[in-house]
């Protein structure tokens, strides 16, 4: 939970205000639903196109994510969207594919596929 402490000056015509804002940080570390492991993981880049999934009204977005201290092992995370409050929300992230390694070489093997899936392709 954040908490916010503020202080504020005036001088009579201009009012200096200062806050001091304390939140959880956001670690960086994902917990792998199937296996139960604590994953330490970096932002890469998010795949383009982001989809539509007409069935249930999210949109999807695909992004790449490293082991932290890794060069080349690399995790797909998929993240649902919904924005029927107006506003975009995650409602799901799950991983796509983890890195194995095969004679030294880290590959990514896919968890689960989008076979019968009907979606729209957005910008």
């Not at 994902?30 to 994953?39: A, N, Q, S, V, Y």
């Not at 993981?41 to 082991?67: I, N, S, W």
């Not at 194995?100 to 076979?115: A, H, K, L, M, S």
Request: overall charge neutral; glycine content about 6%.
């Amino acid at each position: 939970m954040a908490s916010i402490k503020m202080r504020a000056k005036t001088d009579g015509t201009v009012t200096t205000i200062k806050a001091l804002i304390s939140h959880p940080m956001e670690t960086g570390t994902r917990k792998d639903k199937k296996t139960g492991e604590k994953i330490p993981l970096e932002f890469v880049e998010m795949h383009q196109p982001v989809r539509y999934l007409k069935k249930d009204g999210h949109y999807f977005a695909c992004t790449d994510f490293r082991r932290a201290g890794s060069k080349d092992e690399y995790y797909d995370v998929d993240f649902w969207v919904d924005e029927k409050t107006g506003r975009l929300k995650v409602t799901d992230a799950k991983i796509h594919k983890v890195p194995i390694n095969e004679d030294g070489i880290w590959i990514q093997v896919p968890r689960y596929t989008f076979e019968d899936m009907d979606f729209e392709i957005t910008r």
